[in-house]
């Protein structure tokens, strides 16, 4: 199977999986008022303020540039064998599941493998997730390690049988940004997408602070 076969059969899964826990579309006013987050709340944290990284189309970008939209920034790297595409997966069913609310919220994956990752392979990848939904970040290796520091993600090489065949090991989570592009939650790996449907509702039904 191929990787862009496989990538679209986990999509598929994670859709049918959250579609028989909430055949619900969200809508505005469907979540209470404080509401308490799946995941971990992390609002006031002073890291993961800054993420200055070049786009798959080549453009600079900062976190600024998609203030007005929630965010969900996930570390990764295209041939990671299962986290990643997972991850990805789950994102691309909620975003699904949560229908017109759904074009509010802006995926980001960071790649921690610019060696490998050339804005034509994350373009591609992106594209079996989600196309335009979904955009892929990449630096230099110190462009890379700026950010993962600032993001407190942890990430290491282990070797192949290959130079090349190597594998990469990081920490599997993605943080999710309100509207005015406060870091507030991290998602852990595993959680399942309904817990990550619960605090984007949740963050998409606040209002972006003026």
Do not use: W
């Amino acid at each position: 199977m191929t990787l862009s076969r496989r990538h679209a059969l986990l999509a598929s899964l994670s859709l049918t999986t959250l579609a028989a826990c909430d055949g619900q579309v969200f809508k505005s006013g469907d979540v209470p008022a404080h509401a308490p987050f799946k995941g971990i709340d992390i609002t006031g944290a002073t890291y993961a303020r800054e993420l200055h990284l070049t786009d798959m189309n080549g453009q600079p970008r900062t976190l600024a540039d998609f203030k007005g939209k929630v965010v969900v920034v996930f570390f990764g790297y295209v041939q990671c064998p299962d986290v990643c595409p997972t991850t990805l997966a789950e994102l691309a069913a909620v975003k699904q599941q949560l229908g017109e609310a759904g074009k509010d919220v802006q995926s980001i994956f960071v790649t921690v493998d610019p060696e490998r990752d050339t804005p034509e392979i994350l373009k591609a990848y992106m594209g079996s997730f989600g196309g335009s939904d979904f955009l892929a970040l990449h630096g230099t290796p110190e462009e890379t390690a700026a950010a993962a520091k600032e993001f407190k993600i942890f990430y290491a090489k282990v070797p192949g049988k290959t130079a090349s065949s190597y594998t990469i090991d990081h920490t599997a989570g993605s943080y999710l940004f309100d509207r005015a592009g406060r870091v507030r939650v991290f998602s852990r790996y595993g959680a399942g997408p309904e817990a990550l449907a619960a605090d984007l509702k949740i963050l998409l039904a606040e209002k972006a602070a003026t």
